[in-house]
């Protein structure tokens, strides 16, 4: 399996990326959604689980990455479960790429539809392209820096988030965040990134607050973020970077529609 439409070295065409995302999806996720066998899960720690889905996927995209693109950095979670070190590279590298192979495995595992494939290239540390594929309710979002946002191929606009306490739609990845909090009632994420930024790219929630900020949950929905006029912060207040050792990221990241309302939320939840 490879990458058509590799334009030069360093520059791979951006559909060619999402078909890859959606063939390997085809090949090694879906089939196994709902027909996953006990042997096919595992933990990588207590409570963080890893499927044969997970790992086919990486290593698929992964080569197929690699040789469309030889000199940059890969990063795939897997991977980087087993070599830790490659997160401190990513800071440094003028080109990497980054593979979340099925984001939500929880839910997966647990045959909840919310998962979800994701892509992100960067350089130097930041985001550029991004792309999110979720192969069971068929939506595709794509990003690129100063191009904006599409949704299955059309581009995605927002209406402006206003701060509204009674109308603010805001979710949180921690359980007990969850409820009221100030002015603001807090709900659960979909315990996906690759559906979460997505829903705050489409309107449907205003806000996000997560409690870690790995980089391959959130380099994708970063890149959405900014494109629909949206900001995302660490909880001080400095501007999420995917290339940002996560050692140096502080307190919560919380995701906004606008910064208005990133001020707003993150002011109710100090």
């Given amino acids: 399996m490879g990458l058509a439409g590799c334009e030069t070295v360093g520059h791979v065409d951006t559909a060619s990326v999402l078909a890859l995302m959606q063939d390997v999806a085809a090949q090694v996720i879906t089939p196994r959604f709902r027909s996953l066998a006990s042997e096919e899960v595992m933990e990588k720690n207590p409570g ?4 044969i889905a997970d790992r086919e996927a990486e290593a698929l995209i992964t080569a197929a990455l690699r040789e469309a693109d030889p000199d940059a950095l890969i990063v795939g979670e897997e991977a980087t ?12 590298a003028p080109r990497a790429w980054l593979i979340d192979p099925v984001d939500g495995t929880k839910n997966f595992v647990h045959g909840r539809p919310d998962h979800a494939v994701m892509v ?9 392209r991004g792309w999110i594929w979720q192969p069971e309710h068929k939506l595709a979002f794509v990003a690129e820096r100063g191009a ?3 949704r299955n191929g059309e581009r995605l606009t927002r209406p402006e988030a206003q701060v509204d306490p ?4 805001v979710v949180t990845s921690r359980p007990s965040q969850e409820g009221r909090h100030g002015t603001l009632t807090l709900g659960s994420t979909a315990w996906c990134c690759g559906v979460d930024y997505p829903w705050l790219a489409e309107g449907r929630v205003d806000a996000i607050a997560y409690s870690r900020g790995l980089p391959w949950d959130h380099a994708a929905g970063s890149l959405l973020t900014e494109e629909i006029g949206g900001v995302i912060r660490h909880a001080d207040g400095t501007r999420y970077r995917p290339g940002r050792p996560v050692a140096q990221q502080t307190g919560q990241l ?12 993150a002011d109710q939840l100090r």
């Fill in 166 to 169: 009674e109308t603010l739609r």
């Fill in 148 to 150: 904006g946002v599409w």
């Fill in 81 to 92: 479960a087993s070599e830790p070190s490659l997160l401190d590279q990513l800071a440094d």
């Fill in 48 to 51: 963080d689980l890893v499927t």
């Fill in 254 to 265: 919380i995701a906004a529609a606008s910064a208005p309302v990133w001020e707003y939320v």
């Fill in 120 to 128: 992100a290239e960067l350089h130097a540390g930041e985001c550029v």
